[in-house]
């Protein structure tokens, strides 16, 4: 039985892992730390609200004194960090909340977990400190070379990406320096529920239903390698399971898309929603023009992103040949899963859209 600290469990991915994690094991306790940003949402925890070993607590993780009382107070064994600013278009504008969350704040984390678990009367053996990052930590792709393993050489290219790389290394040395059992994650681009509309697949689905443009930055050739949330989730569990201390596990699904593909296949996928059930005409008229014409003339080629990386892929070897890891879900799946669950949630999206967001993406490609 694990006690879990989960920071950032109100964000996309943390909260798909909270509910993953209460599911598959009910005995095992879970606290949610999260300062409720932006992207950060108490109805993406709604449905595990009741459940007695569910406790939130609203708070920075850059507030170590908060985090040392969490750890001990409710004798944590297992801290998720999921916790960050989280979209390279916003740490291109205004990377300082980057640098404040994704280094100061796992420096933070990293100082609270080693005064309570290695700095005390008696050393705690079975902590582990996992830390969640991303492949996009390795730098770009070109559209020849291999995909990203474990050895790859770090070369992150936007604010976002270094801020999460500086954050690695931070982990890695409280490791090699302290003896803290850290675990590390990089995984590749993750779609599906509770997924904040800024970034491509929930944006593309959101503004198909509102019939507004599909931004395409650039060619929109850049290839990105997708992978079901729950996939992840399943992934972090193995690491935390059987994952070597001190070791990076790769998590991805081997699925590589370029961006105008997809957005055309999401265009597709709700056209056919949209033919099955007549009801989602009424719900969504603005929608119905664009989907009898054509979906795929919203698509707008605007400025490319400055910096843009070309193609992420992940090499997972890895992770599959140690700890048996395989995504349960086939992009196909995932994505008609997807595609519904926006349907189907319509006040979750709008409820997160406040109008300031459009604007300001709007104000930033035009
Ligand atoms: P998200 O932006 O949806 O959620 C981030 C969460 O962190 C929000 O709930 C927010 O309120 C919270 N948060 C932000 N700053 C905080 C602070 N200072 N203190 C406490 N809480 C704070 O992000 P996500 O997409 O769910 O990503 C989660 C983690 O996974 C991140 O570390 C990200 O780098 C990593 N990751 C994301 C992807 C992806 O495709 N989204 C892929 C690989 C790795
Ligand atoms: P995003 O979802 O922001 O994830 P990341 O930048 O972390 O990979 O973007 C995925 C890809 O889609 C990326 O190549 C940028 C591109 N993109 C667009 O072309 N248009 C958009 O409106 C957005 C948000 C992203």
């Avoid at 932006?38 to 009741?50: D, I, K």
């Avoid at 019939?211 to 395409?216: A, E, F, T, V």
């Avoid at 992940?314 to 700890?323: F, M, Q, S, V, Y």
């Avoid at 997807?338 to 604007?359: C, F, I, K, P, R």
Wanted: charged share 20%; proline share 4%.
């Amino acid at each position: 039985m694990k006690t879990l600290l989960v920071t950032g469990g109100a964000g996309f991915i943390g909260a798909n892992f909270v509910h993953y994690w209460l599911e598959k094991y009910p005995e095992d306790k879970v606290v949610v730390l999260d300062a409720l940003t932006y992207a950060g949402n108490m109805a993406n925890l709604v449905s595990v609200e009741s459940n007695p070993n569910y406790t939130f607590v609203h708070g920075n993780i850059c507030d170590q004194a908060l985090v040392e009382s969490l750890l001990v107070e409710n004798s944590i064994d297992t801290l998720v960090h999921f916790a960050a600013e989280s979209h390279v278009d916003r740490s291109i504008t205004g990377p300082d909340a980057f640098i404040e969350t994704n280094i100061m704040g796992t420096y933070s984390l990293l100082k609270a977990a080693k005064k309570v678990w290695l700095d005390g009367d008696t050393v705690f053996d079975g902590h582990r400190f996992h830390h969640v990052s991303t492949d996009e930590v390795y730098g770009t792709l070109s559209a020849t070379d291999p995909a990203f393993t474990e050895d790859t050489a770090y070369a992150p290219n936007s604010p976002y990406s270094a801020s999460k790389a500086a954050s690695d290394h931070l982990v890695r040395a409280y490791h090699h320096t302290y003896g803290l059992n850290v675990t590390t994650s990089n995984c590749s681009n993750n779609y599906g529920p509770y997924h904040f509309p800024e970034k491509l697949i929930p944006l593309v689905i959101t503004n198909i239903l509102h019939n507004k443009d599909l931004p395409i930055y650039g060619d929109g050739q850049q290839i990105r390698d997708w992978l079901y949330v729950e996939d992840h989730a399943y992934g972090i569990d193995l690491v935390l399971q059987n994952g070597r201390i001190g070791e990076n596990y790769n998590i991805g699904g081997n699925n590589e898309w370029a961006n105008i593909d997809i957005v055309k296949a999401i265009s597709v996928l709700v056209e056919q929603e949209f033919a099955k059930n007549v009801e989602l005409a009424e719900r969504f008229p603005q929608a119905r023009a664009a989907i009898e014409s054509n979906t795929a003339s919203l698509i707008t080629y605007v400025t490319d992103r400055p910096g843009h990386d070309r193609r992420y892929a992940i090499d997972a070897t890895k992770t599959n040949n140690e700890l048996g890891y395989q995504p349960k879900e086939s992009f196909e799946t995932g994505i008609a899963k997807t595609v519904a669950w926006y349907l189907n949630n319509e006040q979750w999206w709008q409820s997160v859209m406040d109008g300031s967001y459009q604007n300001w993406i709007a104000a930033q490609y035009k």
